[in-house]
């Protein structure tokens, strides 16, 4: 659920490719109920947008014609995927440290992040990314955090503002404090009800919950927190 | 530099083949944001004018936009392009499309390079000019404007180091205005 669609379908893609014509394929791409999926979201949070009251497994639809130019980006091989995932971590430090960190490291550490994610190593990656999620002894936090926060069936793609973890007077932002400046409507109750929800990786964090712990425990791999605001289950 | 986090810039400009033909520029902000120094250049040419030009040659229609990094706190360039039957242009052929005298400099450990990214708030498809490095080469067009007392504005200097990678070709008329004009 961290990783991307396109990084963990080679077997799908040779599944299909038996039984079509050479001159029927081209790229690869997947929709859910006639929706392109952006390969370049983590799987987990396309789940948590289009699909979080279903039940697993997730059935999507493979398409290898008619690619939608509009809407997804090509992802002609695995360096595009590299590429983007990199872009990422460098734009999470760049907000975290001034991109002091990232820049600190030599190319093979950068190279291990992307190894570690791509073939499922825990310990590979995080011996590089602990250095993304630390700060300097007399700070409390990140210079700024990470953040995206997405709602299904908006022009707009996501929410991206900065925003500091730790308030002018020292106490530590919650995640209701961020919704609260950059999404209010995310929390705000209409007719006395929640009508949404605030989702990451498949739960709903108490809003009081730090902001700087959220962004140092529950980032994805891209060192961003994906944050999804989806309507209540109706069940 | 001000934030215009929730507006953008955009222009849009037909090349035939080898011939620049003269943009025709819109300015849309979705929040009132400060003012610009881009103007409306004089001679514009629109979209009916386009099909009598292009009989024999091909026409690509470019879209920029300029929008500003909250993350790197610079501004970046995007940009698409189509033929104008609709077909969009492949990464290969925007690459092709850089003016020659910029290639070599492109394919060597380029200062920037030109992805495929997702439009912040389009949501769809567009060419990008990678920010990282902007800072470096600007810092010194501030530098030096600053010890020689001119007025400079920080979008147009940067847009005419950056545009004609990409084709965007910004005409001198925007120089004479930044020193006619206050900074913002």
């Known amino acids: 659920m961290i ?8 077997k799908v893609k040779k599944h299909f490719q038996k039984v079509m014509r050479q001159e029927e394929v081209s790229e690869i791409w997947f929709e859910y109920e006639g929706t392109p999926l952006k390969w370049h979201y983590p799987i987990g949070l396309l789940f948590d947008l289009h699909a979080s009251n279903t039940a697993l497994p997730w059935s999507i639809t493979v398409h290898f014609k008619n690619f939608p130019e509009k809407d997804l980006l090509h992802c002609h091989s695995k360096d595009v995927i590299e590429a983007h995932f990199m872009a990422c971590i460098k734009e999470a430090d760049a907000l975290k440290h001034k991109s002091q960190v990232i820049n600190e490291m030599q190319k093979k550490d950068h190279k291990q992040l992307w190894m570690g994610l791509q073939n499922d190593k825990f310990e590979q990656f995080w011996a590089i990314n602990r250095k993304l999620m630390e700060y300097p002894p007399e700070d409390s936090g990140f210079r700024y955090i990470p953040f995206r926060i997405y709602q299904a069936a908006t022009e707009r793609p996501f929410i991206q503002k900065l925003f500091r973890p730790i308030a002018s007077g020292g106490q530590l932002h919650t995640l209701g404090d961020l919704l609260k400046d950059v999404c209010p409507s995310a929390i705000t109750p209409e007719d006395g009800e929640m009508k949404t929800q605030v ?34 289950p109706t069940d | 530099m001000k934030d215009f986090a929730d507006g953008y810039l955009s ?18 902000n979705k929040d009132n944001i400060e003012q610009m120094l881009f103007m409306h250049v004089e001679e514009s040419l629109d979209d009916s004018q386009v099909d009598g030009v292009c009989a024999t040659a091909e026409v690509i229609r470019y879209e920029y936009h300029v929008l500003y990094s909250n993350s790197y706190q610079v501004p970046v360039l995007y940009f698409r392009a189509c033929f104008l039957d609709g077909r969009p242009l492949t990464l290969d052929e925007i690459w092709k499309s850089v003016h020659a005298c910029y290639q070599a400099r492109l394919l060597e450990g380029p200062w920037d390079t030109i992805t495929q990214q997702e439009h912040p708030l389009l949501g769809q498809p567009f060419f990008v000019l990678h920010p990282c490095r902007t800072n470096e080469f600007m810092s010194s067009v501030l530098i030096t404007s600053q010890k020689e007392n001119r007025c400079t504005n920080y979008i147009t200097s940067w847009l005419s180091i950056v545009g ?5 070709n910004l005409s001198l008329s925007y120089a004479k205005l930044a020193s006619e004009q206050m900074l913002i």
């Open chain 1, 199 to 232: 989702m990451i990786h498949g739960i709903e964090p108490m809003l009081e919950t730090p902001i700087q712990w959220l962004s140092e425990h529950m980032s994805y791999p891209d060192n961003f927190l994906h944050i999804s605001i989806i309507p209540q």
């Open chain 2, 164 to 168: 004609p990678v990409v084709g965007l």
């Open chain 1, 3 to 10: 990783s991307y669609l396109t990084l963990v379908t080679d």
């Open chain 2, 11 to 28: 222009k849009t400009h037909f090349q035939v083949t080898n011939r620049n033909v003269p943009p025709d520029l819109k300015e849309k």
